[in-house]
């Protein structure tokens, strides 16, 4: 089974999607951290974010090691995964990898911007995850504040909107909803609850799938 979640910056697309492979115990990739890894590397050579070639370089010359950096959580890591995943030739680069382990026997649960558009098409459910802009860098402010890099609400609003502008705009592979993603706004549910409905609205939807399917026999 392959779960996409799609879904802008600080939905709550990672908590869910950890969430969902332990319920369905199936494995997990969360693939903004292979973008975040591209900027990293790029970052601590000294490197430009608008520097195409190399971003491109470092894409295919991706450092496992860095996905336990303590810098890849960061802001200023977050904004140059943005602006390297524009460039085409880096999402080609990580794609295969993105597919091999979404077809790993025990399943898995993929979760970014285009995993039911282009990454995992056939997905058996996907699921995209919004919530209104200011609920999200209230989010991102506290969870900011828990890990002692606390920063004004308002900056933390701005460089959101501008993500959100920057990963829904660019040509190859936008953020954007799959036509038959079931879609969850979590602005107005907690944690526990998100996990709930998208847990509920996936058993419906396979279920559904198994009825059309023997309907169809
Ligand atoms: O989910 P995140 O904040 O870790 O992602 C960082 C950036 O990586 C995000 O702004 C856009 C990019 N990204 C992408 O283009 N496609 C994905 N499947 C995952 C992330």
Same mark, same amino acid.
């Given at each position: 089974?392959?779960?996409?979640? &799609? ?106 911007? &285009? ?6 098409? &056939? ?40 993500? &959100? ?53």
């Amino acid at each position: 089974m392959i779960i996409a979640v &799609d879904g802008p910056s600080a939905s709550g697309k990672g908590t869910l999607a950890r969430a969902l492979a332990e319920h369905f115990k199936l494995e997990h990739l969360d693939t903004g951290s292979l973008y975040r890894c591209v900027a990293l590397s790029m970052q601590l050579a000294g490197h430009n974010f608008q520097d195409e070639a190399l971003a491109i370089k470092a894409a295919h010359h991706l450092v496992p090691e860095l996905i336990n950096h303590p810098a890849l959580r960061t802001e200023t890591i977050g904004a140059g995964a943005s602006i390297v995943s524009a460039y085409p030739a880096v999402r080609q680069a990580l794609l295969q990898f993105q597919r091999d382990f979404a077809h790993s026997p025990s399943g898995a649960v993929l979760d970014g911007r &285009d995993i039911g558009t282009v990454v995992c098409p &056939d997905a058996d459910a996907k699921i995209f995850l919004t919530a209104a802009v200011d609920v999200r860098a209230r989010r991102r402010e506290q969870e900011l504040i828990e890990c002692g890099m606390p920063q004004p609400y308002l900056t933390i609003l701005a460089d959101l909107n501008k993500r &959100d502008e920057r990963d829904a705009s660019r040509p190859t592979a936008p953020l954007k909803a799959a036509p038959d993603a079931l879609l969850l706004d979590s602005s107005n549910l907690g944690k526990e609850n998100t996990i709930v409905e998208a847990i509920r609205l996936i058993n419906t939807h396979l279920l559904q799938k198994v009825r059309l399917t023997s309907e169809q026999s």
